[in-house]
């Protein structure tokens, strides 16, 4: 039993406290901390009537280093969890040094002023942790986190050799709304407009965005366009896996969806770039993120399911295999369970899984560390029982270009 520290009130950070309350034989004391304590606070509320376990609440503004780190002094935690916005991760790495606490996020670091991320700024850390004895863990997430581990589970089980591997990430929900993301609108929206980007010949390909699509069968959802991007999964799997001839990745787009994307990016909406506006300064995107529906209020008008798998190719026992692991996740049943939709539930429910590994010592280590470089199978067992359960399907072929 251990004492957790959850930072970020989003949808996420509400999934990750419900299922880490549900599970205290693990978890014997939650805090969570965001720079609006109310949003924690109503948090903590839906959780003493889901589970009937009280959570702890504070205010921080995680930018700030030395408050972060009073926090963490005070709380005592042996886990921080780092569910806040990927521009903070570097600022939090830094307080959980400083205090001496082990350290886990769910997305890898980006610069406010340029749509970029890699993990060249974590890996970074790599001696200071390791210097420290304290464990620092990348990516517990879906996309990157769970399609790590199905890879490293394919390569356990499955496959002598993986020559492709696809990720393939399919919404299939629906709010009945014109124009909505289903998390923090400023990271989805550069995400989305960002160039595509995939490994193939020992070299990245890279291409407009959105240029490349076809058409799939996803199981519970039906024939969707998913079209070719980079994610930030597609980094770590090269380094990691460096015998794999090419990494794709695959995400779903409604019509409806894209067109409101190229009017929003055509009249400058998406833009990161700093404008005066009436004699101030402000950030298109910010502004279209203030408009846009609050991701944690989708959860009741969410209807269908997710589809998030991996198809890899390579060998068994001498003989060519294709090999599907995916995850079909509903909606409506995770905000029975939650309070929150399927998109924050499938990023949330990893991420208490991966604090369950290093907070009971399934998973340790010194340094920093990403999915892949560890043992699938307890953090797969975990998923079987915690509302992410998982099927092995055999392909007659792999996913055509």
Same mark, same amino acid.
């Given at each position: 039993?251990?004492?957790?520290?959850?930072?970020?009130?989003?949808?996420?950070?509400?999934? +990750?406290?419900?299922?880490?309350?549900? *599970?205290?034989?693990?978890?014997?004391?939650?805090?969570?901390?965001?720079?609006?304590?109310?949003?924690?606070?109503?948090?903590?509320?839906?959780?003493?009537?889901?589970?009937?376990?009280?959570? #702890?609440?504070?205010?921080?503004?995680?930018?700030?280093?030395?408050?972060?780190?009073?926090?963490?002094?005070?709380?005592?935690?042996?886990?921080?969890?780092? @569910?806040? @916005?990927?521009?903070?991760?570097?600022?939090?790495?830094?307080?959980?040094?400083?205090?001496?606490?082990?350290?886990?996020?769910?997305? *890898?670091?980006?610069?406010?002023?340029?749509?970029?991320?890699?993990?060249?700024?974590?890996?970074?850390?790599?001696?200071?942790?390791?210097?420290?004895?304290?464990?620092?863990?990348?990516?517990?997430?879906?996309?990157?986190?769970?399609?790590?581990?199905?890879?490293?589970?394919?390569?356990?089980?499955?496959? #002598?050799? !993986?020559?492709?591997?696809?990720?393939?990430?399919?919404?299939?929900?629906?709010?009945?709304?014109?124009?909505?993301? *289903?998390?923090?609108?400023?990271?989805?929206?550069?995400?989305?407009?960002?160039?595509?980007? &995939?490994?193939?010949?020992?070299?990245?390909?890279?291409?407009?965005?959105?240029?490349?699509?076809?058409?799939?069968?996803?199981?519970?959802?039906?024939?969707?366009?998913?079209?070719?991007?980079? &994610?930030?999964?597609?980094?770590?799997?090269?380094?990691?896996?460096?015998?794999?001839?090419?990494?794709?990745?695959?995400?779903?787009?409604?019509?409806?969806?894209?067109? &409101?994307?190229?009017? @929003?990016?055509?009249?400058?909406?998406?833009?990161?770039?700093?404008?005066?506006?009436?004699?101030?300064?402000?950030?298109?995107?910010?502004?279209?993120?203030?408009?846009?529906?609050?991701?944690?209020?989708? $959860?009741?008008?969410?209807?269908?399911?997710?589809?998030?798998?991996?198809?890899?190719?390579?060998?068994?026992? =001498?003989?060519?295999?294709?090999?599907?692991?995916?995850?079909?996740?509903?909606?409506?049943?995770?905000? +029975?369970?939650? =309070?929150?939709?399927?998109?924050?539930?499938?990023? =949330?429910?990893?991420?208490? !899984?991966?604090?369950?590994?290093?907070?009971?010592?399934?998973?340790? $280590?010194?340094?920093?560390?990403?999915?892949?470089?560890?043992?699938?199978?307890?953090?797969?067992?975990?998923?079987?029982?915690?509302?992410?359960?998982?099927?092995?399907?055999?392909?007659?072929?792999?996913?055509?270009?």
């Amino acid at each position: 039993m251990s004492r957790v520290l959850v930072i970020g009130a989003g949808g996420v950070g509400s999934v +990750a406290v419900h299922k880490m309350a549900m *599970n205290k034989d693990i978890f014997s004391h939650i805090t969570l901390a965001s720079r609006t304590k109310s949003k924690c606070d109503a948090i903590a509320e839906s959780v003493k009537q889901r589970t009937g376990v009280t959570i #702890d609440t504070a205010a921080i503004d995680a930018d700030d280093v030395a408050a972060t780190t009073a926090l963490i002094q005070s709380v005592k935690p042996a886990l921080v969890v780092n @569910l806040a @916005l990927p521009y903070q991760d570097l600022a939090i790495m830094d307080a959980c040094l400083a205090a001496g606490v082990n350290y886990l996020d769910t997305a *890898n670091y980006e610069p406010r002023d340029e749509a970029k991320f890699e993990y060249s700024w974590q890996w970074a850390y790599q001696e200071r942790f390791k210097e420290a004895g304290l464990m620092a863990l990348l990516g517990s997430g879906f996309d990157p986190g769970v399609t790590s581990v199905f890879t490293t589970y394919t390569k356990k089980h499955l496959l #002598d050799r !993986i020559d492709t591997l696809d990720i393939l990430d399919c919404n299939g929900g629906d709010t009945g709304l014109p124009f909505a993301t *289903n998390f923090n609108p400023e990271i989805n929206l550069r995400e989305v407009t960002a160039p595509s980007r &995939h490994w193939e010949n020992s070299q990245w390909v890279e291409g407009p965005a959105l240029s490349h699509k076809q058409v799939f069968d996803f199981e519970g959802v039906g024939p969707k366009n998913m079209y070719l991007m980079y &994610h930030e999964e597609l980094e770590s799997l090269v380094k990691f896996y460096p015998e794999i001839k090419r990494i794709r990745f695959w995400m779903t787009f409604g019509d409806s969806y894209l067109k &409101h994307l190229e009017v @929003l990016g055509n009249v400058g909406m998406t833009s990161i770039e700093p404008m005066m506006f009436q004699g101030r300064e402000i950030i298109p995107m910010e502004l279209l993120k203030a408009l846009l529906p609050e991701p944690s209020s989708l $959860g009741p008008l969410t209807k269908g399911k997710t589809n998030i798998g991996t198809i890899a190719t390579g060998e068994k026992d =001498g003989k060519a295999r294709t090999v599907y692991v995916k995850n079909i996740c509903d909606h409506e049943e995770a905000y +029975a369970e939650t =309070g929150n939709q399927a998109v924050s539930y499938t990023t =949330g429910v990893p991420a208490m !899984i991966g604090a369950a590994m290093l907070l009971t010592g399934k998973w340790s $280590g010194a340094g920093v560390f990403n999915m892949e470089q560890l043992d699938p199978d307890p953090f797969m067992d975990m998923l079987n029982t915690q509302g992410l359960p998982w099927t092995v399907e055999d392909l007659d072929a792999p996913l055509a270009f």
